[in-house]
């Protein structure tokens, strides 16, 4: 399985962005997105479940949201009113054997794609 990561780059803060993520198969429970910021731990970002349930961070909710594409292989991750703090390598993950519980755990994912930088300037 691959994941392509695209969409990051550099805005201003209160800018928006849009990630996507297209995956080379299809037929995972759950597509998500974390981030790593310098010298911090990777952290989840978002979530979406194979029958469309949504689950977001506090740090982001009411800023971004989550969804896909109707053959369920891309994802995408709208975010709008950046502030500094969001500026992170995002990583979109995947899985098809996680259970919910485990949905924000970045150690429960196999599958990963390679990043795209996110900067936002103040």
């Known amino acids: 399985v691959q994941l392509q990561a695209s969409g990051g780059g550099t805005t201003q803060a209160g800018g928006s962005l849009s990630l996507s993520c297209a995956a080379s198969?299809?037929?995972?429970?759950?597509m998500t997105w974390f981030r790593q910021a310098p010298g911090k731990e990777r952290e989840f970002v978002a979530t979406?479940?194979?029958?469309?349930?949504?689950d977001y961070a506090d740090s982001v909710k009411g800023r971004s949201t989550i969804s896909r594409d109707n053959a369920k292989t891309t994802v995408y991750l709208q975010m709008n009113n950046l502030k500094p703090e969001d500026t992170a390598v995002y990583y979109c993950?995947?899985?098809?054997?996680?259970?919910?519980?485990?949905?924000?755990?970045?150690?429960?994912?196999?599958?990963w794609g390679q990043g795209t930088l996110v900067t936002v300037s103040s």
């Open positions: 993950a995947a899985s098809r054997t996680l259970i919910a519980s485990s949905r924000r755990s970045p150690e429960q994912y196999n599958f």
């Open positions: 198969e299809r037929n995972f429970r759950y």
């Open positions: 979406i479940k194979n029958d469309g349930a949504t």
